[in-house]
């Protein structure tokens, strides 16, 4: 019988070595560039559906409103716009700056009787709140008697 003293740093090299192979595989997912400075981000978007509208609700602290674009393009609401953040402290002893920049860009498919001529946006307090009326559709009865000549 063979006796071996057992190692524990082997079963930890092993455990190190699958994490680095999940952390790759992970780095190869992300789309942008490892060492870019400038950060995307994805803003909170709440979206709800009135009796004669569609609410975007989207969440922009900080972002002044000409720093957003509000389009359609193939049937699809566009949303986008850039973050310019810089935050500077200044003290006798002390400096500190601190800045974000990032784009986004969402997406929303409209439906069809969204009104795409009347819609509208409005900027409050970090929020945009776009709003897309819908079209009046006339409603047909579901039954209809019809009279014999």
Request: charged letters at 35%; aromatic letters at 8%; glycine letters at 4%.
């Amino acid at each position: 019988m063979l006796v071996t003293r057992y190692n524990p740093n082997v079963q930890m090299r092993e455990f190190r070595r699958g994490f680095d192979l999940l952390n790759s595989m992970l780095d190869e997912l992300n789309p942008r560039e490892q060492n870019s400075f400038a950060n995307d981000f994805s803003p909170a978007i709440n979206t709800r559906e009135g009796e004669y509208a569609y609410h975007v609700e989207v969440d922009l602290p900080g972002i002044k409103k000409e720093d957003i674009t509000i389009q359609i393009e193939d049937n699809k609401l566009v949303i986008s716009g850039e973050r310019k953040v810089k935050e500077e402290i200044k003290e006798e002893n002390y400096y500190k700056v601190e800045s974000s920049f990032g784009t986004f860009s969402r997406s929303f498919s409209l439906p069809d009787d969204a009104d795409i001529e009347n819609i509208h946006a409005e900027s409050k307090d970090g929020v945009l709140e776009v709003v897309v009326p819908k079209l009046e559709v006339q409603k047909v009865e579901k039954t209809k008697k019809i009279a014999i000549n």
